[in-house]
Every structure is written in structure tokens, then in C-alpha cells.
């Protein structure tokens, strides 16, 4: 298949439902596919201008649109009288994070102890309100179409003005379990806008279906690291961890849950991060995503799903998630808003298989159904080709920041530092050299008006100690360039 | 005290800050609060237009206004060529519904198993969308100032517009938290707006307390009967319920808590709803509610309290609620704005002493903070006169429909019907006479487009099986009279 021809274009087109996007979004969507895909590979050169021109029958304007596009998206670099160039990924020059051991035997599973750890961290951090904050896992709301949402939403109040003031609707707003299952269906998942539950944000989505398959005492196996969330809803919840080496670029061992559910029969459920892996960025490839659901089947343990990252993977097509190979209902799939859309809006979902009924009636007596006015906005949004463009403008936005970000680590940490720069998201998983101490360079940096997430917060055990979780929030400025430089210089001086 | 002149009018409109309502208002309120404080009595003439005029030195037309309100508020009734009387209380004719017995040992706590009776009761209503609810507990959009806050929010997003997306504040926006601490001094409760947590809704509230109180396993007492989504909370959470007589005038019975505290010491915790029951509908008297405090403290039991109804009492003072007399940090107290304010705005709050950082620990891992929109249009609201304009309103709508509702019974409700006629809110308790079966009536309302909650879903016993609660939750015309003779002929019809 020719991926430049004109039909190609409008075909991929149709299939991603973006027809009332502009000439030029859609022509840069389409090549954004063809470098992501491999057609076209970094350094190789970008058909010409006039090539685009005659190519497509578009105007010079839309062709020179269609170029700013992709630059201004950090997919093209202008090389002075040689015309343009697929950029090289950044930051290759540190090397990657190690691949964890797998042995021969699985640790004990553990109660998780951790809340007073991140607590303190959590405190600390706030004494220096002002620090720029590369510790959290959230863009910055100028990344979110916030104009659009903002007059979305007066706009909805206008015509529905008693969506304050009635009550909502039990599940979730009709509107948006419809948008969300047909949502579903580009990544391959067939679910019906009956067996979607909207929840307040991905995190009472993880919750209900850990109350849903295990009672307190209960073991759940978990990566590690993991996001430290989690570990604070198992601790929360009196069940245990046992943390599951997980690999920075294919994602959790299959080999070593396998160990762990032979040697462990009583875990009652695995929790995966498939698409962007929260600290590691990590994307498992489809071959393990389905070894994974076909071993948690075969072994009658409940597999949870948290995707909160999946729209962020930079890739040719849809992520998939683990969902989309399940059979039987044995995967609770839970997902949200929060990092595609809009932080504020408190948004998640989840589908819960075979546990559907009893998370209707934990999600009723715990917290009812959601406030309505964000629902009826999200559903309009991710309904309109808008939440398209916004994805396409948002992964574009975060590859570069996560890109120059990445640089400056390679030009300002102490050498040996290794560094995972994930195909997507916002977040770099960064290993100091020589057993450097991350909370020493986490207190370090505070009062030079820099937060961090130290590594120590994503595991019960203490192996992540010389790891850094670094986001890229922002535009990568001169403020972002003199943090890091900042860093470098700290971490060089820690023992 | 002479509450009728105006030096006590001024003051106690400055207790009530709302110096910024129109003088009308404020008239009405005065004597509002005259009437139910029992200075003027059933029965007793109101002073004249005249006498109005002089007393308060307002113009004719202002006190024209005073008299409408009043009128219109179901305070007075005007007699033709003698003027206008206070209205006395309706529905006197129906007897109340009886005492409970206090046993001398309680019954054993139980686990609930009242969901699937529960999800039936509303599967079957849902087979008829269009019936008129008289089962729900909440009054319809037409009672909340829906306009008002519509604008707000819209006025709100566009000056804060990245509301939408920007992550909000652990534990609640600032503003919210501040403007409840505020509110909470005029019903002597001090708390610091640290102290105060954002919650989805009451329901999320009274979770997160008893997660934090009690294990699965565990005893909790409970009102008999209680609002059933409490005994669903405790059936999802695994508590068992030991169910604790209480009075339809003065509520839950301390001699029944406190035979039952002696029999059973493995209780954890207490709950109550002191204000407006439900179902009962009944107002613990002060001296009872400060027993309560006293005897939880010296028992060493938590004390929830569920109280989302408060603002909807009727009485001279606001309504104290048990956190007021709370000396040691032993009551955790949850309240919301559904019932009050707006119920699609899904705010609750609460405060919770001694198991404030516990509480903190389980919001957080269970849904972290609320989404930030509602809590700001709320702050704003509650923190300015509108909210006490609003809620004098919604007292005086909700008192003429609970009269007129209790009226109607009377007349069509079959001989020996009991019914309590609580001093406030939109629910109404309803015995009906000869152990007829409330599930029969809610099976054979149903066909007729009449939707009922009967008894059986506010007991994990069967104790309440042949009463009712109706909800009175619109302004009450042709159809609430039709659906009431209609309810009334077919519990005659039922054995």
C-alpha cells in the first residue's frame, strides 16, 4: 500500500473519523502516521513542498500549513538549502534503564506501608509552593483545549440549565457511556453503554474493582515500580502487594507472574498499566498484552486494566488496550480522562466484565453517580472530531517537551545516569549512577525551587532508591533548562 | 424580649447575615421566625397592614409584600372581612405513628442482605419511567435556584476558565472549605476549614467514615428504620447492622443504644441522622442529641453523624447538629448540598475529629479530590445572602406540599392510616392500617404511574412492612391529589 497517496489519506481518514478537520490537520495527521509507522524514517528526507502540491491537489498555503504542522510538532527538522527531514528521536545518547532480574522465586507478598512515606513527601513539597513542579503526572492546563471546554460547558448550562440541579442519572450520563463505547471501538473493544460505569476519575475505578475481586488480606500481584497510587489504594483497602518485575520497555514479566501465580495460587488479581506504564512509559507489545489476558484466564485470576495514558502512545495505530483480547470478562478495564482531556474535570470510567453487578452496587453505595455538567461535556467533546485533533496537538506538544527535556538530562546529569524516553506521555524514568540516593536529591532540590517524584514512593521495597520520576509538564523553556541543569549539578554532588 | 419590634428584627438579621436581602425579606423572615419560635400561635390574628407599617416604619406597599410572602410561605391564612390568622398545622386528624418497643436485650447484629431487594424495588420502577416519584427523597430541579447558579457557573468559567483543567485541591477547593467552616458558626459548630474534606455527595462522606472506624466484620448501630442506602453502604463494606429502636418524635432511642452498647461492647461505631430522619422524618430534641455525644464519648464508640438535611428544619434557631456538642473529637460529621442546594452538583463534606488523617488517607486512595466547578459555584453561593433566601424559599415550598400531601392522605387513606408530619423536608412516613403490605402497594401502584418507597427496604428485618414513605417533591396540584386518592383506594384494596 502506498501510505502517500491521495486515497490512502482519505480512507485512514474516514476510519478515524476526522472528517470535519481542516485540509492541512488532516494532511499532517496522515503524515504524522506515515513517520510513526516507519514509511518515512527519521533522517530520511520530507517530499517537497510542490511534491505535497501536486501529490494531494492541495494550495501552496495548505502545503506550507501542512509543513509548519509537523515542525512546529517536532516531526520535522528544517535543514538551511536541504529542505526538511524526519527528526531523529532525542536523548539517545543514554543509554536505557537495565532490564529488572527475574528469580527464580517471587518475594513474599507484603502489606504495603507506604502512605506515611509519600505523606511526608507529599508535606515537604508543599512547604516550597512555588517550585516548579516536575513530580506530578499532569500537563499543564495550557495543554488542554480549556477555551473549548470552557465555552462547551456555558453553552450545555444554557440549554440544560437543571444539570446542577437534578439528580443524575445512576451509571453515568447516557450521553457518555455512548460517546465511550463508540470510543471503544477504535481500540478494538466492543463494549455496550450499559457496561460502561462512569466513576470520579480512574482512581475510584481501580478502587471498585480491587473491592470488587478481593476482600482485606487478599494478595494482588502489581509492577514494580508502580505508580504510587495504587500502593496507597492497596494499603487503604488492608490487601497486599507482590510486586512483579516489570520490564522498562516490554512492561510486566510474564515470565516472573507466571512464577508468582505458581508459587502464590492465592492472588486474587493482577493490575497492569499496559499503555504507558506509570513511573517506567513503557507500552507492551501486543503479543504480551495477549499472552497476558490468555495467562491471567487460564490461571481464573481477575485481570485490572488502568489505563489513564492510553491516548498519549505515539503510534500508527490506536493503542490497545488488554480489554481488547478478552474473552471471557475476565478483565476489568478501567480508564479516565484526566491526562487526555481535562485534570479537572474528575472524569474515569471502567467495565467490569463478569464483575459488573457487584461494581454497580459498590460504586452506588459508594459514592452514587457523578456530577453531571462534566459528563455532558466530555461526552460532546469525545464525540466531535475535536478530541482528535486535541490528541494529535497534545502528543505532539508532550513528544517535544519530553525530547528537549531528555537532552538536557544527557547534557547536565552525572555520567552514567540511564534514562527510558517512552513513546508518549509526560513522564521520564530516570536512573541515577553509582546508587545515588533519589529522596537525598528529591530534599536537595527543594530549596532551589525544584520538585521531584523520588523513586523510593513506587515500590514497597527500597530497589527504586537511585531512581527519579521526572515530568515534562510544560513547554520546555529557559525556566525547564535551568531546573535540569540544576539537577545535574545536585545529583553530582550527592553521594 | 419583645420579638416584635425592631431593634430584635435588626439583630437578628445580622445573626443571620442577610443584610443584603430586600426589607420584605427580611420582614417575613422576622416573623417567620416569631411563629415557629410559638409567639404567635396557631390560631393567633397577625398584626395588621396597619400595624405593620407603624411598628417597622415601612411603606404599605412593603408590608403588602411581607403578607404575600407569608401567605404564599403557608404561614397565614387570610379570613375573609377579619383579616389574617397564623395557619394552624394540617393533617392533625391522622394519628402518629406509634412509638417502638425498647426490648430489654437487643437483637443480634446481622450483615445486610438488603441489596437485592433493594435493586428489585428499583428494577421494577424503572419498568416505568414515567410514573410520578413519590419513592425518591429528593425535591424536583423547580425548588433549587437553578437560573441563579447556571449563571454563576457560567460567570465562575469564564473568569477561572481553567477550572476545567487544572488539577484541583487535595481535600477541596480553599474557597468551599472556607465558606462551610463559615456557615457551620451559626449552628455553633466550630471547625477549621483544614478540618473540612469535600466529598461526593453525603454518601461519600458516611463510607469513608465507617471505613475508617471499622473492619469488615465489625457492628455498627444503626436507627431502625434507617435510609436504606446507609444499610447498603454497610452490606458493600461488610459491616454487620445492629438495628436501634427509634422514636418517630424524638429519634433514636438512648435507653435502646444504651442496653445495647452494655450487650454488645464489640460495637464500633453509632449512626445517626439527628436532624430530619429518614424515613421518620423526626428532629432529635437538643438535651437528647447532647446525650448522645456524652454517651458515645463514655462508651468509647464513634459517632457518625448523617445529617443532609439540616437546613431544611423548621425552627425559631438553626438546628444544632451532634457535632456542636462534641468535645473530644468523637463525632465525624457528614453533611451535603444534594437536598439543600443542588442535587446534581454532588457535594458533600465532613469533619472527622480524632480520624481526620485516616479519613484524609481513604479519600485520597477512593476518589481523590471532587471535581472543581460545582465546589466553587457552591462557595460563592453559600457564602452570600442567596443561600439563606434560598433556603427560606425551599422550607416554605416544601411545608405547604408536605401539609397538602398529609391533607389528602387523611382524607383518602383508608381508616386507622398512621402518619407522622415531620417539621421539615419532603418526607412522609406512612403506617398503614392492618399490617397491609407496602410491597403490594408499591407492586400495585406501579401500573397506575405511581411510584412509592415502601418499608421494606429501611429494615434488615420486616418490622417496617406494611409503611410507607412518600415523598412530597413538587408544588402539590391535580396529579399529586389524583395519585394520592389512587394510593389510597388501592390500600384500601389490600389485605
Redesign the interface.
Known amino acids: 500500500m502506498n501510505l502517500l497517496n491521495d486515497e490512502s489519506l482519505l480512507s485512514h481518514d474516514r476510519a478515524h473519523a476526522q472528517a470535519d478537520a481542516p485540509l492541512y490537520e488532516r494532511l499532517a495527521a496522515h503524515y504524522r502516521r506515515v513517520i510513526a509507522s516507519g514509511t518515512l524514517a527519521p533522517g530520511d528526507r520530507m517530499p517537497s513542498v510542490r511534491a505535497l502540491m501536486s501529490r494531494h491537489k492541495v494550495s501552496l498555503s495548505t502545503a506550507i500549513q501542512v509543513f509548519r504542522r509537523l515542525e512546529d510538532g517536532g516531526w520535522l527538522q528544517a535543514r538551511p538549502r536541504a529542505g526538511y527531514f524526519v527528526r531523529r528521536p532525542a536523548a539517545s545518547k543514554l543509554a536505557t534503564v537495565a532490564e529488572p532480574d527475574i528469580p527464580v522465586l517471587p518475594e513474599p507478598a507484603r502489606y504495603v506501608g507506604l502512605?506515611e512515606r509519600i505523606?511526608r513527601v507529599i508535606e515537604r513539597a508543599q512547604a516550597f509552593p512555588d517550585a516548579l513542579n516536575l513530580g506530578?503526572a499532569?500537563a499543564g492546563?495550557a495543554l488542554?483545549?480549556?477555551?473549548r471546554?470552557?465555552s462547551l460547558?456555558?453553552r450545555i448550562?444554557?440549554h440544560k440549565?437543571?444539570?446542577?440541579?437534578?439528580?443524575?442519572e445512576d451509571g453515568g450520563a447516557a450521553e457518555l457511556r455512548q460517546a465511550i463505547a463508540k470510543r471503544a471501538l477504535t481500540a478494538d473493544v466492543t463494549v455496550a453503554p450499559d457496561d460502561v460505569l462512569i466513576?470520579?476519575?480512574g482512581?475510584?475505578a481501580v478502587?471498585l474493582a480491587l473491592?470488587a475481586v478481593a476482600?482485606?488480606g487478599d494478595t494482588i500481584a502489581v509492577e514494580s515500580p508502580a505508580f504510587f497510587?495504587l500502593l496507597?489504594?492497596l494499603?487503604?483497602?488492608?490487601l497486599r502487594a507482590l510486586e512483579i518485575p516489570t520490564s522498562p520497555t516490554t512492561g510486566l514479566s510474564l515470565e516472573a507472574l507466571d512464577i508468582a501465580l505458581t508459587a502464590c495460587p492465592e492472588i486474587k488479581a493482577v493490575v497492569a498499566v499496559p499503555n504507558l506504564q506509570n513511573p517506567l512509559g513503557c507500552v507492551m507489545p501486543d503479543t504480551r498484552k495477549a499472552e497476558l489476558v490468555a495467562l491471567c484466564a487460564r490461571r481464573g485470576v481477575a485481570l485490572i486494566e488502568d489505563e489513564p495514558y492510553r491516548e498519549l502512545v505515539e503510534a500508527a495505530q490506536p493503542a490497545r488496550p488488554l480489554k481488547s483480547w478478552d474473552r471471557d470478562g475476565g478483565v476489568i478495564h478501567c480508564a479516565s480522562l484526566n491526562k487526555a482531556l481535562?485534570?479537572?474535570?474528575?472524569l474515569g470510567w471502567m467495565s467490569s466484565g463478569r464483575w459488573h453487578a457487584r461494581v454497580r452496587?459498590?460504586k452506588?453505595?459508594?459514592?452514587?453517580?457523578?456530577?453531571?455538567?462534566?459528563q455532558f461535556?466530555a461526552a460532546e467533546f469525545i464525540g466531535s472530531g475535536a478530541y482528535d485533533r486535541h490528541l494529535h496537538r497534545l502528543r505532539d506538544k508532550l513528544r517535544v517537551q519530553r525530547e528537549a527535556s531528555a537532552d538536557a538530562i544527557g547534557r547536565y546529569f552525572p555520567a552514567g545516569t540511564r534514562l527510558n524516553l517512552p513513546p508518549g506521555g509526560l513522564l521520564l524514568w530516570v536512573a541515577l549512577p553509582d546508587g545515588r540516593s533519589s529522596d537525598a536529591l528529591f530534599e536537595a532540590a527543594l530549596p532551589h525551587g525544584i520538585r521531584i517524584a523520588p523513586g523510593s514512593i513506587f515500590s514497597n521495597s527500597e530497589r527504586f532508591r537511585s531512581f527519579i520520576r521526572l515530568s515534562c509538564p510544560v513547554p520546555f523553556d529557559e525556566r525547564m533548562d535551568a531546573a535540569l541543569r540544576q539537577l545535574g549539578r545536585l545529583a553530582a554532588g550527592i553521594a
Not at 342 to 346: H, L, N, V
Open positions: 502512605h505523606s506530578g499532569t492546563a488542554y483545549p480549556t477555551e471546554l470552557q460547558a456555558s448550562l444554557r440549565p437543571t444539570l446542577l440541579t437534578e439528580v443524575g466513576t470520579s476519575g482512581v475510584e478502587n473491592r476482600q482485606p497510587g496507597q489504594i494499603e487503604s483497602l488492608g481535562a485534570p479537572g474535570m474528575r452496587l459498590l452506588f453505595a459508594q459514592t452514587r453517580h457523578n456530577e453531571s455538567l462534566a461535556v
